[in-house]
């Protein structure tokens, strides 16, 4: 199906799909880029039809399962084993697969990431390394949106979530840290998508849903699809959670579970005997490009808490340590917890000494303003991102 365009050059191209006017209409993206793209929507006689030794680059659509993809790479990989492979969605299939085709995809350095986080384990695709980068993540990067308060924006740019969080020792939120997280996976060799999320979080109860302006990722590991987040504040979840269950899943500091939730899922946390949402969560992927707009609601819209509290975040395995505005509060996993509030100059050694976070001295209006600020009420099961 669609032959290259003439004078074609590049990576030869072969995608597989499961609906025919889908991939008419992707592949004629692809062609028109100038590309050497062929398809087949028909997976089980895709080997006959085709020779892997003729192609550099495979791409899958969404529908095709997990067993049935993994079956043919090895199959492809028996005839061809230099071709590289990627899964896509439809919405964003030929964005996806002429970044691939060009080299464009942006990559990470693992060094200098697990360098950040004090790693220097395995960097293999498995559960364990999952978790353990997980987990070293939100105990080295904290969640802080410091520079919305400034008024600097943020910047989703690659290179600018890598200088800001990696090299400058900064924190970020969630576009920003599992931005970087997702890459980071990526290069050790997980699939992983990026998805989008409504926070419900401490909602009043019966507010319409809010905008999708959360991202989370889905790390599928022979075939079963993990949830993981390292953008989520103090309630952010401390493991990888699986999202074909919807058993109770604990981790070391709460248990959570994740129900089906119209076309897609509902993250919830447990406290007592009570089930809370933290977020709901889309089925279909989302290309990097489509946080743009939602980062820039959450980063510049008069009504996002960011643009009016100090929001600051760190889980360890000792405790989860939150920051919003004066008042500092410290969770254990044993149930024990500590809440006190602090001046500006506490703020300040605390983002410092606890947080790991260079202070600046432009921040001191911030602090100040942080300190004056009231305690909010004490809700029943902590808050959203302190």
Same mark, same amino acid.
């Given at each position: 199906?669609?032959?290259?365009?003439?004078?074609?050059?590049?990576?030869?191209?072969?995608?597989? !799909?499961?609906?025919?006017?889908?991939?008419?209409?992707?592949?004629?993206?692809?062609?028109?880029?100038?590309?050497?793209?062929?398809?087949?929507?028909?997976?089980?006689?895709?080997?006959?039809?085709?020779?892997?030794?003729?192609?550099?680059?495979?791409?899958?659509?969404?529908?095709?399962?997990?067993?049935?993809?993994? =079956?043919?790479?090895?199959?492809?990989?028996?005839?061809?084993?230099?071709?590289?492979?990627?899964?896509?969605?439809?919405?964003?299939?030929?964005?996806?697969?002429?970044?691939?085709?060009?080299?464009?995809?942006?990559?990470?350095?693992?060094?200098?990431?697990?360098?950040?986080?004090?790693?220097? *384990?395995?960097?293999?695709?498995?559960?364990?390394?999952?978790?353990?980068?997980?987990?070293?993540? &939100?105990?080295?990067?904290?969640?802080?949106?410091?520079?919305?308060?400034?008024?600097?924006?943020?910047?989703?740019?690659?290179?600018?979530?890598?200088?800001?969080?990696?090299?400058?020792?900064?924190? %970020?939120?969630?576009?920003?840290?599992?931005?970087?997280?997702?890459?980071?996976? =990526?290069?050790?060799?997980?699939?992983?998508?990026?998805?989008?999320?409504?926070?419900?979080?401490?909602?009043?109860?019966?507010?319409?849903?809010?905008?999708?302006?959360?991202?989370?990722?889905?790390?599928?590991?022979? *075939?079963?699809?993990?949830?993981?987040?390292? %953008?989520?504040? =103090?309630?952010?979840?401390?493991?990888?959670?699986?999202?074909?269950?919807?058993?109770?899943?604990?981790?070391?500091?709460?248990?959570?579970?994740?129900?089906?939730?119209?076309?897609?899922?509902?993250?919830?946390?447990?406290?007592?005997?009570?089930?809370?949402?933290?977020?709901?969560?889309?089925?279909?992927?989302?290309?990097?490009? &489509?946080?743009?707009?939602?980062?820039?609601?959450?980063?510049?819209?008069?009504?996002?808490?960011?643009?009016?509290?100090?929001?600051?975040?760190?889980?360890?395995?000792?405790?989860?340590?939150?920051?919003?505005?004066?008042?500092?509060?410290?969770?254990?996993?044993?149930?024990?917890?500590?809440?006190?509030?602090?001046?500006?100059? !506490?703020?300040?050694?605390?983002?410092?000494?606890?947080?790991?976070?260079?202070?600046?001295?432009?921040?001191?209006?911030?602090?100040?303003?942080?300190?004056?600020?009231?305690?909010?009420?004490?809700?029943?099961?902590? =808050?959203?991102?302190?």
């Amino acid at each position: 199906m669609s032959a290259a365009p003439s004078g074609a050059a590049g990576p030869r191209i072969l995608v597989i !799909g499961g609906d025919s006017d889908v991939m008419e209409a992707m592949l004629g993206e692809v062609v028109a880029a100038g590309l050497d793209a062929r398809g087949s929507v028909d997976p089980d006689t895709v080997l006959e039809r085709f020779d892997p030794a003729a192609f550099d680059l495979v791409a899958f659509g969404g529908g095709i399962a997990a067993d049935r993809r993994k =079956s043919l790479q090895r199959d492809f990989r028996l005839r061809n084993p230099d071709l590289k492979f990627i899964r896509t969605w439809a919405p964003h299939a030929a964005a996806d697969i002429i970044a691939a085709a060009r080299g464009a995809a942006a990559g990470v350095d693992l060094q200098a990431y697990c360098a950040r986080i004090g790693h220097d *384990g395995p960097l293999t695709p498995t559960l364990a390394t999952l978790g353990e980068l997980q987990a070293r993540h &939100q105990a080295a990067i904290p969640f802080e949106a410091i520079d919305v308060l400034l008024g600097r924006g943020i910047d989703l740019a690659p290179e600018a979530i890598d200088g800001k969080l990696i090299a400058a020792a900064r924190g %970020g939120y969630c576009f920003e840290q599992n931005g970087l997280f997702r890459r980071v996976l =990526s290069a050790v060799g997980f699939e992983v998508e990026n998805l989008a999320a409504s926070v419900r979080w401490m909602s009043v109860p019966g507010t319409v849903p809010a905008p999708r302006t959360h991202r989370v990722l889905r790390v599928t590991l022979d *075939g079963v699809p993990w949830l993981v987040d390292v %953008g989520f504040g =103090s309630a952010v979840p401390a493991a990888p959670l699986r999202m074909d269950l919807r058993d109770p899943q604990p981790t070391i500091h709460e248990t959570y579970r994740i129900i089906p939730f119209g076309g897609g899922s509902l993250l919830q946390l447990r406290a007592g005997d009570r089930w809370f949402p933290l977020y709901d969560i889309s089925a279909e992927p989302w290309h990097d490009s &489509q946080f743009e707009l939602p980062n820039w609601y959450t980063s510049t819209h008069p009504n996002s808490h960011f643009r009016r509290d100090l929001v600051v975040a760190r889980t360890t395995a000792e405790a989860r340590y939150g920051l919003r505005n004066g008042r500092f509060t410290v969770r254990r996993p044993d149930g024990t917890s500590e809440r006190r509030h602090l001046s500006a100059d !506490g703020i300040e050694r605390m983002l410092g000494d606890l947080f790991g976070l260079p202070v600046d001295t432009e921040w001191r209006p911030i602090l100040e303003k942080a300190a004056a600020a009231p305690d909010p009420a004490e809700p029943a099961i902590g =808050s959203r991102a302190a």
